[in-house]
């Protein structure tokens, strides 16, 4: 049973460029998210799909955007890229939590794309 | 507005015993789950919570406490393979919201 796979492993990119990061969720999810984790720092909540739509979103700039495949497969893009971004992207799947979908008790997460940006 | 706060490093030698506790704010409470993750590696789930009490998952325990906003992870028999950053997490508003992490190193 593969579990949550993401790609490219490492990218650099320099300021102003756009970049897009795939994920694959562990099979029988149907939700991702998408983390950014920087350097000595815990996951910061960027933004979750369900259903191929956004349910919820973290205190994100509008340059981050995302999509989600029939699927379940996910893509993570970011315009404009900053210094600031340069950080660990991590994406997690999870199945409906017991309150029916909204909250998922267990997630799951892939390696991550480790970004930087020059 | 929402905070997680957790020691930032903790030390301690092969078979003791180490908590990690975890104090929160946040309006939408929903339970308290633990991560562990390695350098360079992915979070990996360990324990949730999601009503008071004790959660026992071999050698790691968990607990929460709804009424003071508080939730701990205990790390039993410690061995060299637990040197990691633990996080705590709070799921609010269907979000996981992170601490800044406990890094315990495990000596000899």
């Known amino acids: 049973d593969a579990g949550v796979t993401q790609s490219p492993t490492h990218l650099i990119k320099t300021r102003g460029q756009q970049v897009t990061l795939r994920c694959s969720p562990k099979?029988?999810?149907?939700?991702v998210s998408w983390y950014q984790q920087a350097l000595g720092q815990g996951p910061q909540f960027i933004f979750q799909y369900y259903e191929e739509e956004e349910r919820q979103r973290g205190n994100f700039p509008d340059r981050f955007s995302g999509h989600q495949f029939p699927n379940y497969s996910s893509e993570l893009n970011v315009n404009a890229l900053l210094l600031g971004d340069s950080a660990l992207y991590l994406c997690?799947?999870?199945?409906?939590?017991?309150?029916?979908?909204?909250?998922?008790?267990?997630?799951?997460f892939g390696p991550g794309t480790r970004l930087l940006v020059l | 507005g929402q905070s997680l706060e957790q020691p930032s490093e903790v030390t301690a030698v092969e078979g003791a015993i180490v908590q990690i506790n975890c104090t929160y704010q946040?309006?939408?409470?929903?339970?308290l789950s633990w991560y562990q993750q390695h350098d360079g590696g992915a979070p990996t789930f360990l324990s949730y919570n999601g009503l008071d009490g004790l959660e026992e998952t071999g050698r790691f325990s968990s607990f929460l406490s709804r009424s003071d906003s508080y939730g701990y992870l205990l790390l039993q028999e410690l061995q060299m393979k637990d040197s990691a950053s633990y996080f705590c997490a709070v799921i609010s508003w269907g979000k996981l919201q992170f601490g800044a992490g406990t890094q315990v190193v495990v000596t000899p």
């Open positions: 997690a799947s999870s199945s409906p939590g017991l309150a029916g979908g909204l909250y998922s008790e267990t997630q799951y």
């Open positions: 099979s029988g999810h149907d939700t």
């Open positions: 946040t309006s939408g409470f929903y339970g």
